[in-house]
C-alpha cells in the first residue's frame, strides 16, 4: 500500500503563499484520483482540491483562483500552491490518492495564516 507525507506547511502573513508537497512512496497508480483536505480541531473535514487521472482538477469554491493542484510523476509528488493565503485558510492539510484499493490518507501538515 502505498504511504503519503505531506510538507511544506508553516506561519504566513496573510496575503503571502505556500507550497504544499505530497510525497509517496512510490508511483502512484495512473488511474488514481489524487488530491488535498483540510480540518480545523473540532470541525467536519473539508475537500479542497482533487486532480483526476487525465490531469481534470476540482477546487472548493472556496479556494478556487487562488490554490492550483499539480502532479509530478517522476517525484511521486503532489503539489498544492496556495496564493493570496487568508486567515481562514488556517487548518491541517492532508493529502489523499484514492487507489483501488482504497483512499490512503497522509498525516497532514499544519498551515497558519495570521498577521
Known amino acids: 500500500q502505498v504511504r503519503l507525507m505531506e510538507s511544506g506547511g508553516g506561519l504566513v502573513q496573510p496575503g503571502e503563499s505556500l507550497r504544499l508537497s505530497c510525497v509517496a512512496s512510490r508511483s502512484i497508480e495512473s488511474g488514481a484520483s489524487t488530491g488535498w483536505y483540510r480540518q480545523v480541531p473540532g470541525k467536519q473535514i473539508d475537500s479542497v482540491a482533487r486532480?483526476?487521472?487525465?490531469?481534470?482538477?476540482t477546487y472548493a469554491d472556496s479556494v478556487k483562483g487562488r490554490f492550483t493542484i499539480s502532479r509530478d510523476n517522476a517525484k511521486n509528488t503532489v503539489y498544492l500552491q496556495m496564493n493570496s493565503l487568508k486567515p481562514e485558510d488556517t487548518a491541517v492539510y492532508l493529502c489523499?490518492?484514492?487507489?483501488?484499493?482504497?483512499?490512503?490518507w497522509g498525516r497532514g501538515t499544519q498551515v497558519t495564516v495570521s498577521s
Open positions: 486532480i483526476g487521472s487525465g490531469g481534470e482538477t
Open positions: 489523499f490518492a484514492d487507489e483501488r484499493v482504497g483512499r490512503v
